[in-house]
Antibody
């Protein structure tokens, strides 16, 4: 069964850092781009970052590229999101998603909540 | 960067047809996908590209694109269709989401 499970969320103070992980199972992980998407409470979906199959090519939302870093470990079937200099407006549920191709995210995790507050 | 505009809300009577639009420059020429998100749950892919439905998505859901507008059509609306619907376009790496439309089934 195809599955994505995020972890690593929690409460962090403004200016702090957090690393999210997403464990994949049930598909050939190394064959697919992977994405992080977030959703602030009561708000819509916001794309965060994307990594190519090898991890050598990455893309970021323009407003986040200086603070967030996406990476992957194809041996462990994991994708990560390193978040630095966190701000209150980074508070959101963070989802990882498998890119079927052409940007279509066919598998989503359950999400992990990140709260940035003092 | 590209932007996609959706109405905040829409409503449909049970059993009738709902249409949810997504506007963006020349959207008909791009790769547009649609997602459904029920309250408290992760989004699910509803339709991708040219009317491709993942396994398990009924053919009551369809899309049409013309010029600057992509339209998601939900036929024979059911109570379970009450959800938020998002369009998304693929920009060769980055993707952009519309703001989402909350569909109420009356």
């Amino acid at each position: 069964q195809v599955h994505l499970v995020e972890s690593g969320g929690g409460l962090v103070k403004p200016g702090g850092s957090l690393r999210l992980s997403c464990a994949a199972s049930g598909f050939r992980f190394g064959d697919y781009y992977m994405r992080w998407i977030r959703q602030a409470p009561g708000k819509g979906l916001e794309w965060v970052a994307c990594t190519s199959t090898s991890g050598r090519t990455t893309y970021y939302a323009e407003s986040l590229k200086d603070r967030f870093t996406i990476s992957r470990d194809n041996d462990k079937n994991l994708v990560y999101l390193q978040m630095n200099s966190l701000r209150p407006d980074d508070t959101a549920t963070y989802y990882c998603a498998k890119d079927l191709g052409g940007g279509a995210c066919d598998i989503w995790g359950q999400g992990t909540m990140v709260t940035v507050s003092s | 960067s590209s932007e996609l505009t959706q109405a905040l809300s829409a409503s449909v009577a049970l059993g009738q047809t709902a249409r949810i639009t997504c506007q963006g420059d020349d959207i008909a020429t791009t790769n547009v996908h649609w997602y459904q998100q029920r309250p408290g749950l992760a989004p699910i892919l509803l339709i991708y590209g040219n009317n491709n439905r993942p396994s398990g998505i009924p053919d009551r859901f369809s899309v049409s694109n013309s010029g600057n507008t992509a339209t998601l059509t939900i036929s024979r609306a059911q109570a379970g269709d009450e959800a938020d619907y998002y369009c998304q376009l693929y920009d060769g790496g980055p993707v952009v989401f519309g703001g989402g439309t909350k569909l109420t089934v009356l």
